[in-house]
């Protein structure tokens, strides 16, 4: 069974900084891109932040320079660090895998909420 479970949401002051952790079981993780998304109350879902197999990384403009999205093939486990966090980063964030054209998984997301 296929599972991604996504934890270190929380509330967190305008500046400050949070964590979010992407566990991945049931599939060969060291072989999978991962992405992260994040949806916004009445937004479009939107891709934030990536890294492959080979660990080549890519941003958002919004985040470029704030997040760092990592991978720990040891522990299945993708992260993404957020720094200098504002109230316009508060949504729900995502991580997905897809591993064919139409085979795609997704957690079940966490909540980031910024404060001003």
């Known amino acids: 069974q296929v599972q991604l479970?996504?934890?270190?949401?929380g509330l967190v002051q305008a500046g400050g900084s949070l964590r979010l952790s992407c566990v991945v079981s049931g599939l060969t993780f060291r072989i999978l891109n991962i992405n992260w998304h994040r949806q916004a109350p009445g937004k479009q879902r939107e891709l934030v932040a990536g890294i492959?197999?080979?660990?080549?990384?890519?941003?958002?403009?919004?985040?470029?320079?704030r997040f760092t999205i990592s991978?720990?093939?040891?522990?299945?486990?993708?992260?993404l660090q957020m720094n200098s966090l504002t109230p316009e980063d508060t949504a729900?964030?995502?991580?997905?895998?897809?591993?064919?054209?139409?085979?795609?998984y997704w957690g079940q997301g966490t909540q980031v909420t910024v404060s001003s």
């Not at 991978?71 to 992260?79: E, H, P, S």
């Not at 729900?92 to 795609?104: D, R």
């Open 71 to 79: 991978r720990d093939n040891a522990r299945n486990t993708v992260y």
């Open 92 to 104: 729900v964030y995502y991580c997905n895998t897809k591993v064919t054209f139409s085979t795609e």
């Open 52 to 65: 492959s197999r080979y660990y080549i990384t890519n941003y958002s403009d919004s985040v470029k320079g």
């Open 5 to 9: 479970v996504e934890s270190g949401g």
